[in-house]
């Protein structure tokens, strides 16, 4: 007799994930349990803290992982990222190396999302800047490639509808529409991994 199981599929990300995973409930209802921690999955540092609970204990089918806006926060006051990018480095790979082990989990790493940094600055008690978020989604797409993990290019999609479009005033968040249409690219993107 099969098995009437649906598969898991683990989200783990920041605000952004948080504002698109209720449309990737919806849009995978019947085909996969959604699963991600209540709380904003913060940078890597914190990704990488809680990788045992949030997912290596779960065993899900997919993983898609959204993990850098928090790290490339700079300070006012110094100037400084939450999370240079040299250790942001050092902590996808750990990441991406644990899960790893995973043998029978697909592993999605999705690219950060585009702000804009005159709207982030006016709303913000930090800075976010374009140019960072190429630079760490670069970083993170190099070690994705070495490694074999699939990523998945929410920067682009964001473009391909157009930042200004669905962007909010803070300029990093998205509104409702927004958040939708990235759950929807997100879920296209899982359906891929638990039809295999």
């Known amino acids: 007799m099969l098995s009437d199981k649906k598969p898991e599929v683990v989200l783990v990300g920041d605000s952004i994930r948080m504002g698109y995973q209720p449309f990737v409930t919806e849009a995978l209802d019947g085909e996969a349990k959604i699963w991600a921690p209540e709380e ?10 809680h990788l045992e609970t949030w997912v290596l204990a779960r065993l899900p089918q997919v993983v898609h992982i959204n ?18 990018l040299v250790e942001y480095e050092e902590n996808v790979r750990r990441i991406l ?16 999302t585009p ?3 005159e709207l982030h600055h006016a709303n913000k008690g930090f800075d976010r800047f374009e140019a960072d978020v190429d630079a760490y989604n670069d970083c993170a797409l190099s070690l994705c490639r070495a490694a074999g993990v ?7 999609v964001v473009e391909g509808i157009g930042r200004s479009e669905i962007l909010r005033e803070d300029g ?3 509104s409702e529409v927004g958040s939708r249409l990235l ?5 296209s993107c899982v359906r891929r991994g638990i039809a295999k």
């Open 40 to 49: 904003n999955g913060g940078d890597s540092r914190n990704v990488l803290a």
């Open 115 to 117: 702000v804009d940094e």
């Open 150 to 156: 699939e990523v998945h290019d929410l920067f682009s």
């Open 97 to 112: 190396m644990r899960l790893a082990t995973l043998e029978s989990t697909r592993i999605i790493w999705a690219l950060t």
């Open 172 to 174: 990093v968040h998205f």
């Open 67 to 84: 993990c850098g806006l928090h790290d490339l926060k700079k300070s006012f006051e110094t100037g400084e990222p939450q999370v240079p």
């Open 183 to 187: 759950g929807g690219s997100v879920a």
